[in-house]
């Protein structure tokens, strides 16, 4: 099986994720800016967060399969499981947003990140499974330093609102942080993995 | 008539079917674990299983279209045919969870199936015919166990939730539990697909 | 301009057009077959209309393009054009549904089909007219019996609805008619144009 | 990188973000020909100009790419921000709609347009960047007179509506002309563009 339709299905499933947040932001009732401000200023902010988040997974996906050239059954089912765990960012991003970042709601966003990230993990490790002794994504992977952190961040900004936060804002604070921080490490472009898929272009 | 274009837009719809169903979970009003688990308990779980069958249908999309070189006008509305079925998913997967597992709606979400089931059926037949004496795709479907005991099944879960639930639930529990078992067959990779579609591939 | 990203483009709006149109079908309140017939099954009649009418569109498009190798500006417009007049359908689509077939719903629901109509004989008189004398999307039309039958069926229907329906529902039922016949038209596949479609990729 | 997986995520987005905006227009609580101008008139003005703008930046990204063969992480994530810029426009049509053109909504509304086109120019940028000396892009673009123009229009109709609207309606009139004439800029095709688009393909 050729990769080109798990990554049209993977594409139309990740822009739908991506656009449909921001129905959730509903135009405020009044007429003012300081309507805009206080009904959709929290909005804008959790659907800039998640439009990110789900950006960084279709940059990360696109470079993967680049990287792999024919998909099995475990591969689709893998792939499907990463999908459904994004597709529940327009749910936990909306409970935080109307919740005003109450407690359980950012735990709760923080355990959908952190399947996310898993799932994904899980999908890397069945596509350099199949590909063998030899992978070209394990040597693009490499000691995979961003993977194994996002998820030990994630666990401290979830332990962070569940125990630090009661009565006050800091746990909640710190989790944030957390989510944020996570979101701005992978941003930054890995040079790494770009020079080994042009590489392996070049020599194809 | 290439084959392109109709997975193209049969992946459009796909995706999108498997992707608002999520919209109709409503984030709860209460902002505590136990809020989420009774008002959208449920509504993860049914979201789940409809997942699991858009999931699984589009898997078996992908794998019968890489055994079809062209299409004719008969095979483009027996795919409309089947992506009509499939876009009731959501409307009666959130009729399901709405009602908390209710008699008719369990029934209906069942038919719902079951139609999906004979189009996909129907889909094949008219590819096969079209095909001729040596389809490809009648090797790779060969006795089709899996397609011939799916309607048996769902009957089945119909005709108990219809029969059976009167004043229990006994009725609607083995509906779902059948439900449940054909997807979970369905999830089980076909190996033998499997390796014709890569001895046809071969063989181009 | 090669045509394949037009093509993805309007794939993609057709897929959301035709799909979210079930959003407009909200579970019945109650839980019994009578609920749902009486709170859904105009509804789900009026969304099979619409999902067949877009189905026809994305299958004429489907077959004009593979006659289109280039695309200029004039068509990008165009088909924007169309596909705006598509997007329509599920806003008139809906006051049909909720209005249960009253006179001006069901007028401006014509209007709706006969502007796409319009729009799509632009679009093909922009296409014929780019590809000049020798023009295979002109031979493929010829004398485009139905494209020119189905304007003066929409307007018997919304005249009709307009003229007729003084008191009694007869001038509705005629529309819908016509409306459901100018489908049923189309559904009974152009062998003409498939034939001439076959000759041109041959010819290649 | 190829450019084909980022053209598709991109046209995914943007037909969903075109299409998702008719979901803002509710179908007018009476049944009547007034009942659909009070209610919806405005409402379809509004969509019909985003869905225009949207059409107008689909076009220009369309043509764009033509030019590009190879994306960088910056192309991507400059990418990203464009559709996430575009993906703002159903709220900010939304919120324009429902205030029947106060201030402020208009105001934001423009903001929303100057952003779009900030982002835009910053992919054009980061892509001429990323070819180098002799880009294709860069000559194509040439004085690009009509980017330049357009935020410029931009600005003057959001400062009319800031500054002059004291009590009238004048500087909301003003704001609304200058969006609409950037469109209608827009709309008439740039035969520059196309005439090295072409001359690019033909030397391929």
Chains 1, 2, 3, 4 share one sequence.
Not at 71 to 83: Q, T
Request: glycine residues 10%; charged residues 15%.
């Amino acid at each position: 099986m050729r990769t080109s339709r798990l990554e049209a299905f993977s594409d139309g499933v990740l822009a739908i994720i991506i656009t449909i947040m921001v129905l959730e932001l509903k135009p405020p009732a009044g007429h003012s800016f300081s309507d805009l401000v206080h009904s959709t200023g929290i909005g804008l902010l959790t659907y800039l967060l998640s439009f990110t988040y789900v950006g960084i997974y279709w940059n990360n996906h696109h470079h993967m399969f680049h990287l792999v050239q024919r998909v099995s059954g475990g591969v689709l089912w893998a792939n499907l499981a990463l999908l459904f765990c994004l597709s529940l960012f327009p749910f936990t991003t909306g409970w935080v947003d109307e919740s005003t970042f109450a407690q359980t709601p950012v735990v709760i966003y923080g355990v959908n990140m952190l399947a996310a990230a898993i799932a994904y993990f899980v999908l890397q490790t069945v596509i350099i499974r199949r590909q063998g002794a030899d992978s070209p994504l394990r040597q693009a992977v490499g000691a995979d330093m961003k993977g194994k952190i996002s998820p030990v961040v994630y666990l401290t900004g979830i332990f962070s609102a569940l125990l630090i936060d009661r009565g006050g804002h800091m746990g909640v604070g710190i989790a944030l942080a957390c989510y944020v921080g996570v979101a701005i490490m992978w941003i930054v472009p890995d040079r790494r993995i770009g020079r080994i898929v042009e590489d392996y272009e070049t020599s194809d």
